[in-house]
């Protein structure tokens, strides 16, 4: 298995530029989330998903969009990049929702907004 | 979900234990206390979890007070590789619940 997978690993964006940040996973986890860490801050929650078709928001969800139409598969939408959301994005997957199951982390994608 | 209080940084030296603690005063009796670590830049890896029993797997220890208000995270043999920000997370097993990481506690392990 792959496990958590995320695409790019590094992007540069103009402010007012929008992209789609991938996650995919191979394990058939029901929960999947993304979460945002800042420089010396722990993880903050932006988006999350307990299955296809399911999706809430989490802690911090402004300016960012998910969607969840197969299981494997959980994209990050910026729909106009700010440099407050210059920051490192990490997505996760657990199989069980309820939190019985251990959450496993992508590596992350460093994101730079200009 | 309940707050957890951890001390900022911590060093040790290598092979020796690394004890780290955490604070969770407020925890309700249906929340279990998670340890986290992250290695430099990584995605966070899970160690271990307990709801009121010590536990222990082949990564470390958890040991959880009586009052459940504290905890500690032993890594009894520390190595360098294990230098990393150590994450204490209260979590209920309810859908819907989050995983809420906070600053954590770094810990150094010194040659």
């Known amino acids: 298995n792959a496990g958590v997978t995320q695409t790019p690993k590094f992007q540069v964006l103009k402010t007012g530029q929008s992209m789609t940040l991938q996650c995919a996973q191979d394990?058939?986890?029901?929960?999947m989330s993304w979460y945002r860490q800042d420089p010396g801050m722990g993880l903050r929650l932006i988006h999350y998903?307990?299955?296809?078709?399911?999706?809430d928001q989490g802690e911090v969800p402004n300016g960012y969009n998910v969607s969840r139409s197969t299981t494997e598969d959980f994209p990050l939408r910026l729909l106009s990049a700010a440099p407050s959301q210059t920051s490192v994005y990490f997505c996760?997957?657990?199989?069980?929702?309820?939190?019985?199951?251990?959450?496993?982390f992508g590596p992350g994608t460093r994101l730079l907004v200009l | 979900d309940a707050k957890t209080t951890q001390p900022p940084s911590m060093d040790c030296a290598e092979g020796r234990a690394a004890n780290l603690p955490c604070n969770h005063s407020?925890?309700?009796?249906?929340?279990?206390v998670y340890w986290y670590r992250q290695i430099h830049s990584q995605g966070p890896q899970y160690i271990i979890h307990?709801?009121?029993n010590n536990e222990t797997n082949e990564m470390a220890s958890l040991i959880i007070t009586e009052d459940r208000k504290s905890s500690t995270l032993i890594l009894p043999h520390a190595t360098l590789r294990d230098t990393a920000v150590y994450y204490c997370?209260?979590?209920?097993?309810?859908?819907?619940?989050?995983?809420?990481f906070g600053p954590g506690t770094r810990l150094s392990v010194l040659p």
């Open positions: 407020t925890i309700s009796g249906n929340e279990y």
């Open positions: 996760a997957s657990s199989y069980d929702a309820s939190g019985r199951g251990t959450q496993y």
């Open positions: 394990m058939n986890h029901e929960y």
């Open positions: 307990g709801l009121k």
């Open positions: 997370i209260v979590r209920a097993f309810n859908y819907g619940q989050n995983f809420v």
């Open positions: 998903s307990v299955g296809a078709g399911i999706t």
